[in-house]
């Protein structure tokens, strides 16, 4: 079976909000021009997981461990940065059992572009709370109230120093693509955290419920001067945590200051954005390129 | 010849410069150095040591017993004047200092010393080690190191605290005197070695003549002739220069002792010449958050063709086995170099051990080729980790490989030859698609190696989950059969791609076979040659490839054995639990040891006598301090 080929196989739910996702990434890759050539598809463990799979169009897809999506697309970019490398992971994935690497990746501001699956369940093993279910809700295969508080993604990823963080909602898609394309062109680490309804799982959160609370969010989110900073960062927050009868969706914080870490790299590798590993040749017909002697002879004692 | 000198002292003072200039000043005049380093899982103030073993040729163990005890505080003496058979180097002024006033020793370690102290009628002061060495014929070297050290103060004019690291740099220099050799050859190795320090240069000069004038000539050596040049490397470097020699281009690690030093040495030096300096390679290394990022980053990084590796010790390799399955599943040639220490937990961080073997080989959920090989001495860990990285490749599956602690830290010198082979790099079968769009990752071939393009030159997916040729998951039950015997099949290819030393070390031939695998060999090959003037012949079967497992060759090798001896450094002699796994055969004999220390070669000498001439079936060995 070559799904991508077939691009009607897909086995989510009716109605499960990935398809608003899946329309929305489609659209932004054809809008940039991306294919094989130039960009990774990375996902994590999940029903988001398997979105590679179904992207139609000529992509390639990386469908790793449950939580490691972004520690497989660090290597993925870093070994070569003339990539986009787009990861799709869940809220479990991201938030979960991932919860270290989405923080680290803050501190690292590779260009990576994260697209979370935020629908408050674990969807793929039967609708458990997620870690960004609310404490004291109950959705309908909880068998007692949500106990845990939740994480803000938006949040943490702005404390975590992701430099680009923003929410949309799976079915405005014509937002979620714009998000996208934003956070694939971003220069550093970006977040787009996106609501989605688990029709079959999540009775609470739906798109009804949704709907009555999203709207766009109209400051402008971006750093423009470094003393700018704080301030931008505080309104990211407050703007993060407004109380949830109000959802705001947009560009919650944006800064291109922060040197990636491609660019960290280079200033100790001069020649790494054009040489990176994956394109060097390291053996000439078997017989290695590389030049010890300078390493061999400050260890040579006689 | 062979001869022995161990040098202690607390955490921070200087212990392993002192052994490195040692070593290297040694080597001036013509001579082998192996040198073995142990110390506490402590930043300060615990006590460390190195053995060092002085030859006119090539060794690659120490002995439990060495010539020269040089010391220059109290804890050195109680900890191991049981170990000296002729010189003791020690402070005049700590006579009075009694086991107990040693904070730092271990209270087990203290009575078990004091002990033989109170054995002999003695008290348990240095005083009293010194009359019990005295009385036993082991000359005492008394030394007034705080005169010495005042007068060093005096002369440069520098901070006391600073100055007292140079304490231990007398105490070399009165071990020089001993051995009656040139003393320019001090100062030369500490030339190199504090090459641009001026400040540190003078100091440890001074301190090291004041230390030449404390001691007089007792063994006479003799400079030697030498031929070709010689390097001094520890295991972590040789590693590093391996797989930087192998195309190594990516590293991602998590911190972990003891094997951060070989990352931490690769990203000091990322920007490497190559085609002889006309340009340069840029190695990325990063520090990841954690074992499961290092593996995965690692494992990413190769699918764009980089090579790429991870190092760590037991517990960073516990938590990658998710990763090491994924790239098993996914066909991904990743290397481990897993540094093996004292297990199961912590353990003994700084200590060695052979106990995860059998982790090593089984790490990951389900069943996949795999590339697991184990390097016994330091002349072989360069070819093998360029072996690895080849197998790896040719294979398209995970690799690891061993390397024990005590090789890891452990230094030896040696004809830069027997280091840095000229290894070839093979890649398998890589293709750049002509049509990319329809390329099939997983394509299913007689070796079952499919050709493999890296990411960004051809459409291709990959996942965890069972796949078809193109990459898609599918739970498909014909092609599950078939996919899963692919990713078996390529066992053949590795077993072809080695040739027979490099599965098996075999020296020398006897009915009495010696069985191991790693840093043991080194004891057993100097312990053979010691044995062959008692006329004793043994044989040693070292096992270097673990999978895929050598069966059919060993099989040859072991028939008709009278004795077949497992040589390990744990308890269950896992090498050889796999040698009957897969071939049937069963050790007769054992000479185990999991005290975290290296096997010394008189204490393994010892016990294979005891073991040849009285069929001994299980002997435990526990030298090493």
Redesign the interface.
Known sequence: ????ELAEFNDWCPGCGDFGILRGMETALKELKL????A?L?SG?GCSG?M??FVSG????????H??S???????K???P??KVIVNAGDGDTFGIGV??F??AGRRNASLALVVHDNRVYGLTKGQASPTMPLGERTKSLPRPNINGPINPVALAVSSGYTFVARSFAYDTALTKDLIKQAVMHRGMALVDVLQPCPTYNDVNTNEWYRERIYKLTDDPEVHDESETLAKMTQAIQNAYIPEDKLPLGVFYKNELVPTYEER?AA?????ME????A?K???N???????????DS???? | MRLGWLIGGAQGMGVDTAANVF??AV??A?YYIFGSREYFSNIKGRHSYFNVLISDKQQRSIDTKVEILATFDAETVFQHFDDVTRHMIYDKALEPVSIDKVRSIEPETAERQAGILAKAGLGNTIGDVAAYLSEKGVKMVPIDYGPLMKDIINQLKIDPFVAERARNMICIGASFSLLGLDSNYING?IE?IFAGKQKFFDLNKLAANAGIKSAGNAYSLKDLE?KG?????DGN?ISA?GK????L??Q?YYPITPASDESTYIEA?????????K??????V?Q???E???I?????????????ATATSGPGFSLMN??IS?AGMNEVPVLVTYYMRGSPATGLPTRSGQSDLKLALNAGHGEFARIVIASGSHDEIFEDA?TAMNLAELCQTPAVHIIEKTLANAYS?VD?EAI?T??????GKVVYPED??HYKRFKITDDGISPRA????????????EH?E?????E?SANRTVMYEKRIRKRALAEKSLGESQKVNVVGDADSVLLTWGSPKGAIMDAMELLKGQGIAVQMVQVRLFSPYPAELMKKLLAGKRQIIAVENNSNAQGAEVLTEQTGIMPTNYILKWNGRPMARDELADAIKDVVKNNTVRVVLNGGK
């Open positions: 079976m070559e799904a991508n294919d094989f050539t130039d990774v990375v463990i398997k590679p799979h000529p992509i390639s897809g990386v469908h790793t461990l939580g490691r972004l520690a497989f697309a660090m290597g993925i870093l070994a070569n003339s990539l270290g690497h923080v680290s790299i100790n590798i001069p020649n790494y040489n990176f590993p994956a060097q390291i053996d000439e078997g017989s290695s390129v590389t030049d010890l002697k300078k390493l061999v260890r040579t004692v006689i | 070593g290297a080597a001036r013509g190795a190199q030498t040049h010689r390097v001094q490397l470097t220069l930087l020699y192998g195309g281009r990516f991602s030096n990322q920007v490497l010449a190559v085609n002889s300096g340009e340069k390679h840029g190695v990325v990063v990841a958050e954690d499961l990022a290092a995965n980053a690692a494992v990413g990084a190769a699918l764009t063709g980089a090579r790429s998710e990763g994924w360029v010198v830069k840095i000229e290894t070839r790099i093979e890649r990319p769009e890296f990411l960004g030159h051809a459409q291709m997916y990959y996942t965890g989950d078809n193109r990459g898609h998951i599918t498909d």
